[in-house]
């Protein structure tokens, strides 16, 4: 299946990184889509809760893998028939760190829905990392 999104890379430690990406409360503040997060149970896989965007959208949302340090996905249901799946990754790179994003459509009409969402949906990723990097960089 088809993934669509992007990477960058910062100065920051993995461990800053995911410190700040972990931490929800956070996410308005860096990623210009959120304006808050409403999450039960912490970070932890199988954990839910509410994305609240500026445009006054509720998307409920769920943390279905985490991989504590390295790797999440959190997964939301946008559009009837489809499943977003949203996979974010910190690595090391070489004395930096690469940040990633992508978004992949599943459930029944994702085969249909990808091509047509999938660069949609990705388009403002590149900004959202490189204000987590800043973020991250900041200390």
Same mark, same amino acid.
């Given at each position: 299946?088809? *993934?669509?999104?992007?990477?960058?890379?910062?100065?920051?430690?993995? *461990?800053?990184?995911?410190?700040?990406?972990?931490?929800? $409360?956070?996410?308005?503040?860096w990623?210009?889509?959120?304006?808050?997060?409403?999450?039960?149970? &912490?970070?932890?896989?199988g954990?839910? &809760?509410?994305?609240?965007?500026?445009?006054?959208q =509720? =998307?409920?949302?769920?943390?279905v893998?985490?991989?504590?340090?390295?790797?999440?996905?959190?997964?939301?249901?946008?559009?009837?028939?489809?499943?977003?799946?949203?996979?974010?990754?910190?690595?090391?790179?070489?004395?930096?760190?690469?940040?990633?994003?992508?978004v *992949?459509?599943? &459930?029944?009409?994702?085969?249909?829905?990808?091509?047509?969402m999938g660069?949609?949906? $990705?388009? *403002?990723?590149?900004?959202l990392?490189?204000?987590?990097?800043?973020?991250?960089?900041?200390?």
């Amino acid at each position: 299946m088809a *993934e669509y999104g992007t990477s960058v890379e910062t100065t920051a430690s993995p *461990e800053r990184v995911w410190k700040i990406w972990s931490d929800m $409360s956070t996410w308005g503040g860096w990623n210009p889509n959120v304006s808050t997060m409403e999450w039960q149970g &912490g970070f932890a896989q199988g954990t839910e &809760g509410v994305m609240n965007t500026r445009a006054g959208q =509720h =998307h409920k949302m769920k943390l279905v893998e985490v991989q504590p340090g390295r790797f999440f996905a959190l997964e939301t249901s946008v559009v009837p028939g489809t499943r977003f799946r949203f996979n974010c990754r910190v690595e090391p790179a070489g004395g930096k760190t690469k940040i990633s994003q992508m978004v *992949e459509i599943k &459930g029944p009409l994702g085969p249909i829905m990808q091509g047509m969402m999938g660069p949609q949906v $990705s388009k *403002e990723f590149g900004t959202l990392l490189a204000n987590l990097a800043k973020r991250a960089e900041a200390g």
